[in-house]
């Protein structure tokens, strides 16, 4: 059951600034729950990549950042490279729901 | 070092039953919430339950009555008892430490294949 809508794909060149957008709702983004974002490689298990809507893990690059407002939140990539390729997920805390909640997902491609 | 080993997966035939587990190491799994959070084959990831450090715990409604999550302390190791399994619950299985502060699923274990079919 995804709350969290985000679109299917989105893609770029190299070195190009990519977005990601993660809507929400009222239970959960809006309620002032933290959104966090995930980067999933083709078979492997997805890897912490933002946390706390703007925070990045030792070893993540800076080309990566988040941001939050109100019942969304956004991913960005910056100088997009080809490691880049894969799918991300957003996830938060939904009070209506007692429960965890991702993203659908966003596959994306480095043209 | 933090490492998260799940065990169990495998073919399993509708109303079945399977224990998923997730041997723990770096960290003690009383003390924290852990996960289990699905992905199906070309899908998205779902969040399935929860054992919060104090013991409660939580269940996607499509789950509920059917997956039972537990923790034997001794072993330091996470359990998902899945019972009257549906061709709907195929997919991986990740277990997933959870940070008490914010939520956020930290360490992932690599995964385990459930496939649920006759």
């Known amino acids: 059951q995804s709350v969290l809508t985000q679109p299917p794909s989105v893609s770029g060149a190299p070195g190009q600034r990519v977005t990601i957008s993660c809507t929400g709702s009222?239970?959960?983004?809006?309620?002032?729950?933290?959104v966090h974002w995930y980067q999933q490689l083709p078979g492997t298990a997805p890897k912490l990549l933002i946390y706390g809507n703007t925070n990045r893990p030792s070893g993540v690059p800076d080309r990566f950042s988040g941001s939050k407002s109100g019942t969304s939140a956004s991913l960005a990539i910056s100088g997009l490279q080809a490691e880049d390729e894969a799918d991300y997920y957003c996830?938060?805390?939904?009070?209506?729901?007692?429960?965890?909640?991702f993203g659908t997902g966003t596959k994306v491609t480095v043209l | 070092e933090v490492q998260l080993v799940e065990s169990g997966g495998g073919l399993i035939q509708p109303g079945g039953s399977l224990r998923l587990s997730c041997a723990a190491s770096g960290f003690t799994v009383s003390s924290n919430y852990m996960s289990w959070v699905r992905q199906a084959p070309g899908k998205g990831l779902e969040w399935v339950s929860v054992?919060?450090?104090?013991?409660?715990?939580h269940y996607v409604d499509s789950v509920k009555g059917r997956f039972t999550i537990s923790r034997d302390n001794s072993n330091n190791t996470l359990y998902l008892q899945m019972n009257s399994l549906r061709a709907e619950d195929t997919a991986v299985y990740y277990c997933?430490?959870?940070?008490?502060?914010?939520?956020?699923?930290?360490?992932w274990g690599q995964g385990t294949l459930v496939t649920v079919s006759s």
């Open positions: 997933a430490r959870v940070n008490s502060g914010i939520y956020r699923f930290d360490y």
């Open positions: 054992i919060y450090s104090g013991g409660s715990t």
């Open positions: 996830q938060s805390y939904d009070s209506s729901l007692s429960g965890y909640v």
């Open positions: 009222s239970s959960n983004i809006g309620a002032g729950y933290d």
